[in-house]
């Protein structure tokens, strides 16, 4: 998203207010309505584009005599008002500057009047007198189009529709009044217009089963006091759900997984992911380091899927990050290892080993006005007490992502501890500072066994960028064979992390800056929403 979208999304989301929560209440997720209103720009767009088309093909294909005997000013009144208007409506749609309800119910005022526009185009034709119209009007058309693109309650579709239909006979009942046409009798504006009348009624039925979908879409994604509003991503453990609390408006990231996902005919493998499930959620609210995602909320839908929500991160994970933009400095890399060693230290100190520390679990994200937080998530491994069966996964496989994993997990050892955790940040600070992995391998067994006897080269081999000599020391003895050979705590990881000389601190202002060069739309966010955000006269 540009950052001139992000701003004219926030300024919209003030300027609506309650409206937005109304919406879903009403019926239909916001996300829907935003999708609908994207429709009716292209829907006017076309409009324009097909009414200039209609008139102009129109003068080759219709009889001289019939064209533009007068009524040429209502004529071009509908014609160019109509394609004024639709380009005015497309435009207003994809600006977002109206919140979405309000647009769809200009879209609908947009109906009739377009309607209307048609209907001057098409009865502009001087007839002969006693010559009878045949054929469905344009009318006909545009209100079925609107049906698909519009969702609106039933009082609103019909309101919609049946002034939409009027607009034919009333455009050729104007054109006789001022030009003096002579008007088809009672009969012949019944047989005419009359079809056209029964078949806004299908219309208006058929709205009712889409509005009806709309409104079971947004059942189905209520999940115990939070909204489903957007599909985040899908793993081995679920899905996770951009997500609104009902009631406070609070946004978040909403971990779900369902018994029917799992694979059928076997019991035994459901048990486990729910376990494990339901252990991450039990293991990360536990924890109240400000490095580690705060759980906001757990339970189990009516259909026996077990959900938790927690905080949604603004930001990128660092397996993303170094993808994307390349390996860090050494004094960036070394601010995100304290970070993750906030985390883990807490956790640790709860008898709580993460077991799958790697990048794509770690996030550098906006918390207040800092860019570069670290937040450490996804405790779906995380071992809770000594008797705790290290093996507990879906795939029965040793537990773990296997480029970041200790040797000790590797060989399914019972005795496995914090030091597999720092094991795994070594090969965090490696991919941090190199943007390569410490192994490589074709296949996750050879890379197991590659953690388990080959030795890591050093990372200052494998990157141009200058690593000091004491970093690259400290990741060497992270990524010892022997947990005994490795710091024996985050705590005194973070304490040499701390005493490494000759590096300027990875500052504030330098993540600013990295974040305002490479990701623009993230940066600008928090100084947007505090810009547009009410200012409260007094509190109570």
Known sequence: MSPKHEKSRLEVHRACGNTLSSSTVNGLPSDLLDKAVNRLGWVALFYAVALQAVHWGRQVSVPERLVYSNGTVLLYAGLFGGTILALAVAGLAWSRKVCSPYM????????????????????????????????????????????????????????A????????????????????????????MFAVFIPHFLFALLTIILSRFLYSLGTDLSKARAVGSYQLVELLGRGGMGEVWKAKHRM????????????????????????????????????????????TVHVYDFGTTSDGSLYYAMELLDGLDLETMIEKYGPVPAERAIHFMLGIT???????????????????????????????????????????????????????????????MSPEIAMGSPDVDNRADIYALGCVAYWLLTGRLVFEADSAIGMIFNHVNTLPVPPSHRTELEIPSQLERLIMDCLEKDPNRRPSSVRVVARRLQAIAGLEPWSRDRADRWWQTHRPDLASNLFEEIRTMPRANAYV
Not at 168 to 173: E, I
Not at 262 to 274: D, K, M, N, S, Y
Not at 277 to 286: M, V
């Open 161 to 188: 529709s049946i002034s939409s239909i009027l607009m034919g006979p009333v455009s050729l009942l104007l054109y006789g009044a001022i030009y003096q046409r002579t008007a088809p009798d009672v009969r012949s």
């Open 342 to 404: 906030s985390s883990l230290e807490e956790a640790h100190s709860l008898g709580v080993i993460h077991r799958d520390i790697k990048p794509a679990n770690i996030y550098a994200c906006r918390q207040g006005a800092d860019h570069d937080f670290v937040k450490v998530l996804d405790f779906g491994l995380a071992r809770l007490g000594s008797g705790e069966n290290t093996r507990m996964t879906v795939n029965e496989m040793t537990s773990g992502t296997p480029a970041y």
């Open 104 to 159: 769809l119910d200009l879209g609908l005022v947009f109906e009739v009047v377009g309607a209307f526009s048609i209907g001057l185009v098409e009865y502009s034709i001087n007839l002969p007198i006693g010559e009878r119209v045949y054929g469905w009007s344009g009318i006909v058309l545009w209100i079925s189009v609107f049906v698909l693109v519009i969702p609106a309650t039933l009082g609103k579709t019909a309101l």
């Open 248 to 291: 406070l408006a609070r946004p978040a990231a909403l971990k779900l997984i369902s018994p029917a996902a799992i694979e059928p005919g076997r019991p035994e493998l459901t048990t486990a992911v729910l376990r494990r499930f339901e252990r991450e959620a039990q293991a990360t609210a536990a924890l109240r380091s400000p490095n």
